[in-house]
Nanobody, 123 residues
Framework: QVQLVESGGGSVQAGGSLRLSCAAS????????MGWFRQAPGKEREFVAA????????NYADSVKGRFTIARDNAKNTVYLQMNSLKPEDTAVYFC????????????????WGQGTQVTVSS
């Protein structure tokens, strides 16, 4: 089964940028629907961005549309989340997930999860 490891989180001021990486092993990211989800303290885990299996289809939560971009590098077996124009409300633990579907934006239907990476945006 695939193992996922996130990296790239950190602290940034509002308006700044971060790029999260999700490196996969034991499986190829092109074989799964991949997604990014986040969970803020006291809140449920929520959908952020998703990319389907080939041919790639991407989708975003309304709250991040136009600011975040999800991308997949098959050669590096890695999925990225480029986050621009960050806001304090983007502060959360960000998780990478894979599912055995063509496309998925439902955290309940994810089959594999990474350990998460903290993103903190200060005003």
């Amino acid at each position: 089964q695939v193992q996922l490891v996130e990296s790239g989180g950190g602290s940034v001021q509002a308006g700044g940028s971060l790029r999260l990486s999700c490196a996969a092993s034991g499986g190829t990211v092109s074989s799964y629907a991949m997604g990014w989800f986040r969970q803020a303290p006291g809140k449920e885990r929520e959908f952020v961005a998703a990319i389907s299996r080939w041919p790639s289809y991407t989708n975003y939560a309304d709250s991040v549309k136009g600011r975040f971009t999800i991308a997949r590098d098959n050669a590096k077996n890695t999925v990225y989340l480029q986050m621009n124009s960050l806001k304090p409300e983007d502060t959360a633990v960000y998780f990478c997930a894979a599912s055995n579907l063509y496309y998925n934006n439902d955290p309940q239907r994810c089959d594999y999860w990474g350990q998460g990476t903290q993103v903190t945006v200060s005003s």
